[in-house]
């Protein structure tokens, strides 16, 4: 089945314990992208990829990096976490760039406590 | 830069009523525009994308139209059901490198 998987659903963690979010693809698709998920805000990208050793950043990338050293996975990276980076954040994968289907993991609820 | 804008709700409707959620863009090239639907709990799925002037998406009952004149993606359903209860995200892609800008969502109650 295709899909994106994300891990872990749900994280509580505490200010500045770094942690990282892993997300991996079974499509083969070259193209992945980080996004978060706050109230009244929408869906913000933080990070892409366009192919393996390629990333660049998004539209809210303080805080985070990232790593695309295979191509189905794209982990993202919160090496010191603030209150404000808790959200909802979502992995996605498509096949190329614009204009292909986005497919989306099941979301990671992080709390920064 | 590239944006989209749509309207926020929530709305709420009874079952079996007609559906419009607005849906208007920005972009400097030709995009491609899609809704997205996220049940409660779950990820966004494509419900249905138009890649050209014209085109029509349709899925479920659900259809947009690409309208370039008025650069607008609006989302029609005729009849709602209580599972159409979701979160609805317009989006468009353009640009190789980040690929989508969604919309704030619109959050569609439906009543039995």
């Known amino acids: 089945e295709a899909q994106v998987t994300q891990n872990p659903r749900y994280l509580i963690t505490v200010t500045g314990k770094k942690l990282t979010v892993t997300c991996s693809q079974n499509?083969?698709?070259?193209?992945m992208s980080w996004y978060r998920q706050d109230p009244g805000l929408g869906l913000r990208q933080i990070y892409y990829?366009?192919?393996?050793?390629?990333?660049d950043k998004g539209d809210v990338p303080e805080g985070y990096k990232v790593s695309r050293k295979e191509k189905r996975n794209f982990p993202l990276i919160l090496e010191s976490p603030s209150p404000n980076q808790t959200s909802l954040y979502f992995c996605?994968?498509?096949?190329?760039?614009?204009?292909?289907?986005?497919?989306f993991g099941q979301g990671t609820r992080l709390t920064v406590v | 830069g590239d944006s989209v804008t749509q309207m926020e709700g929530p709305v709420t409707l009874s079952e079996e009523a007609f559906l419009t959620i607005n849906c208007t863009y920005t972009a400097t090239g030709y995009p491609s525009l899609f809704w997205y639907v996220q049940y409660p709990g779950e990820g966004l799925q494509l419900l249905l994308k138009a890649t050209k002037a014209d085109d029509k998406g349709s899925n479920k009952g659900f259809e947009a139209t690409y309208r370039k004149e008025t650069t607008s993606f609006h989302l029609e359903k005729g009849s709602v059901q209580v599972s159409d209860s979701a979160v609805y995200f317009c989006?468009?892609?353009?640009?190789?490198?980040?690929?989508?800008?969604f919309g704030p969502g619109t959050r569609l109650s439906v009543l039995p």
């Open positions: 499509m083969n698709h070259e193209y």
């Open positions: 990829s366009m192919n393996v050793e390629v990333t």
């Open positions: 989006a468009l892609s353009v640009t190789y490198g980040q690929n989508f800008v």
């Open positions: 996605a994968s498509s096949l190329h760039g614009a204009g292909t289907e986005a497919f």
